[in-house]
């Protein structure tokens, strides 16, 4: 079930932690969707920061209980183009997590929270080229879903193919957005494989990335072009593995791009 919160009453400062050093920034949260597969915040920071697609920030909270604050990396979903002071992330909840369940349940609107960044080399621009091939999986997904959508926002025409790994449909990330791009872009092709849902028909592949579908999907996708760059995001063995089957498939190591997801 979807719910939303829209902008209202005063800044809230209950998620802050001492920063004399001042190597903080805050940025108020304007935007709270919780959704089935993660919940969406978006942020107001107080300048438009000078970022590229695929790069993370670091999100700190002051909490009760030892050790007083815990911080952790997520990567931006939302396009860095146009500019703007607001940016958006994606929080699945990690079972046993310090940062995620607080931010997947509790914060809202009117929060402020402590960021840093944007750090990370998991970027594409229009200067690199293509075709490009994706291949995310849980929340490593967010960050090529920024690499799209920039693409998209930028009204460039480079192939791109996104071949998604979920569990199953709703705990896909951001599908509906996703599936309403890959509708109104002829040079964007999305591929979903789900490994826990057997019988249902809106994903291509029905089991865990192996090679034949990496070949499958970037040497012989319809309409596609061989990708000349690779970004892979996801747990840390999915992306060793895929690393891996790329290179078996004669994928040269130094075009893949890859970045560890929880």
């Not at 079972?95 to 929270?113: C, I, K, M, N």
């Not at 957005?177 to 092709?189: C, D, H, I, T, Y």
Request: hydrophobic share 45%; with cysteine.
């Amino acid at each position: 079930m979807t719910t939303r919160t829209v902008v209202a009453g005063v800044a809230n400062d209950r998620w802050l932690a001492a920063d004399r050093a001042r190597m903080w920034e805050e940025a108020e949260v304007v935007g709270v969707e919780r959704r089935a597969a993660a919940a969406l915040l978006r942020l107001r920071l107080v300048e438009v920061p000078d970022l590229l697609p695929g790069q993370y920030y670091l999100v700190r909270l002051a909490v009760d209980a030892p050790p007083g604050v815990v911080e952790q990396a997520y990567s931006l979903c939302s396009s860095p183009h146009p500019p703007s002071t607001e940016v958006e992330i994606a929080v699945r909840e990690v079972p046993g997590g310090r940062v995620s369940p607080l931010l997947a349940h509790q914060v809202e609107v009117g929060d402020l929270l402590q960021v840093r960044g944007p750090f990370g080399f998991l970027t594409w621009t229009e200067h690199d080229g293509g075709p490009v091939g994706l291949v995310g999986a849980g929340t490593g997904v967010a960050p090529l879903i920024s690499i799209v959508r920039y693409a998209a926002a930028r009204r460039l025409a480079i192939p791109m193919t996104l071949l998604c790994s979920s569990r199953d449909r709703t705990t896909a990330l951001l599908i509906d957005e996703l599936e309403a791009l890959a509708r109104g872009l002829p040079w964007f092709k999305l591929v979903h494989t789900y490994t826990r849902s057997p019988h249902d028909p809106s994903a291509r592949y029905r089991r865990r990335i192996d090679a034949d579908m990496l070949a499958e999907v970037f040497e012989t996708h319809e309409h596609a072009l061989r990708p000349t760059l690779y970004y892979v995001a996801g747990p840390g063995d999915m992306v060793i593995t895929t690393r891996s089957m790329l290179g078996s498939l004669g994928v040269a190591d130094d075009v893949i791009c890859s970045e560890d997801h929880a």
